[in-house]
């Protein structure tokens, strides 16, 4: 059974990090592309970044480039996100999920979530 | 805002059937597969439809897709009270290198 399972939401100051991790089960990490994918309060959903398998090529969206970076090991089948100057804006539920392959869109299994709030 | 756009609300009332739309580009849906996700209330998101038109094992036929040119459609036929939820298009941006994913439609069921 797949399993993602997030860790490292909290409350940050503005212009503060935060790392996230989501720790995977189930699946052969290493075969398939990883996404972060997140949601505002009452907002729909934003595609954060994207990371092959190999973890040789990353994607990200603009509202985060330069700022957020993704990253795994596959040794221990984690998947990371480091978020550094956060604002208010990057509030949000940030969801792990799990492409088909390297399918970046077909997002087939969505861990539950860690929140992220920041404020002062 | 979203690249991909779709309508706000929709509503039906059960047993008929409504469509949702998402609208693109040549530079996602135009080029790529949509996939549709539903969203039921304080829960992750789940996907409904990948590759313009499949179903994942577990979700009724009653649910179907549709693609045609930059433009995609989620079918519901015989609606149903626990269809009252949110629903959301997906798509990979060429242009981007990024997933879109449309603003959400919320779905009554009257």
């Known amino acids: 059974e797949v399993q993602l399972l997030e860790s490292g939401g909290g409350l940050v100051q503005p212009g503060g990090s935060l790392r996230l991790s989501c720790a995977a089960s189930g699946f052969i990490f290493s075969s398939y592309a990883m996404s972060w994918v997140r949601q505002a309060p009452g907002k729909g959903l934003e595609w954060v970044s994207g990371?092959?398998?190999?973890?040789?090529?990353?994607f990200d969206a603009d509202s985060v480039k330069g700022r957020f970076t993704i990253s795994r090991d596959n040794s221990k089948n984690t998947l990371y996100l480091q978020m550094n100057s956060l604002t208010a804006e990057d509030t949000a539920l940030y969801y792990c999920a799990k492409p088909w392959f390297g399918e970046f869109a077909y997002l087939d299994y969505w861990g539950q979530g860690t929140l992220v709030t920041v404020s002062s | 805002q979203s690249v991909l756009t779709q309508p706000p609300s929709a509503s039906g009332t059960p047993g008929q059937r409504v469509t949702i739309s998402c609208s693109g580009s040549s530079s996602n849906i135009g080029s790529n597969y949509v996939y549709w996700y539903q969203q039921l209330p304080g829960t992750a998101p789940k996907l409904l439809i990948y590759?313009?038109?499949q179903r994942p094992s577990g979700v009724p036929d009653r649910f179907s897709g549709s693609k045609s040119g930059t433009s995609a459609s989620l079918a519901i036929s015989g609606l149903r009270s626990e269809d009252e939820t949110d629903y959301y298009c997906?798509?990979?941006?060429?242009?981007?290198?990024?997933?879109?994913f449309g603003g959400g439609t919320k779905l009554t069921v009257l």
């Open positions: 990371l092959s398998g190999s973890g040789d090529r990353t």
């Open positions: 590759r313009n038109n």
């Open positions: 997906a798509a990979w941006d060429d242009s981007l290198r990024a997933v879109l």
